[in-house]
């Protein structure tokens, strides 16, 4: 088994915006992941908001499907660059 240093194993977090089309919109997310030496994988995803939205009752059994309140769909949309 490899053993590794304190240097080796020093890791660093990388934050997106990630967009998710569904039906009604466009869900956006901010998702954190974390590189090492060995590979990366993600430590936390947050909605924090919907974009394009074009029918807002799909938008809610979508958010609804994914585990979200469905009163996020009736919230305001995100812009482009993730502000309300």
Do not use: K, W
Not at 68 to 81: F, G, I, N
């Amino acid at each position: 088994m490899p053993r590794y240093t304190a240097e080796q194993q020093r890791s660093t977090a990388d934050v997106e915006q990630v967009s998710v089309p569904v039906a009604g919109g466009t869900l956006v997310y901010r998702v954190e992941r974390e590189r090492t030496t060995t590979g990366s994988h993600t430590v936390g995803r947050q909605l924090v908001g919907v974009t394009d939205t074009t029918d807002r009752d799909a938008l809610a059994d979508a958010l609804a499907d994914l585990g979200h309140s469905r009163r996020r769909a009736y919230t305001p949309a995100l812009d482009a660059e993730g502000e309300r």
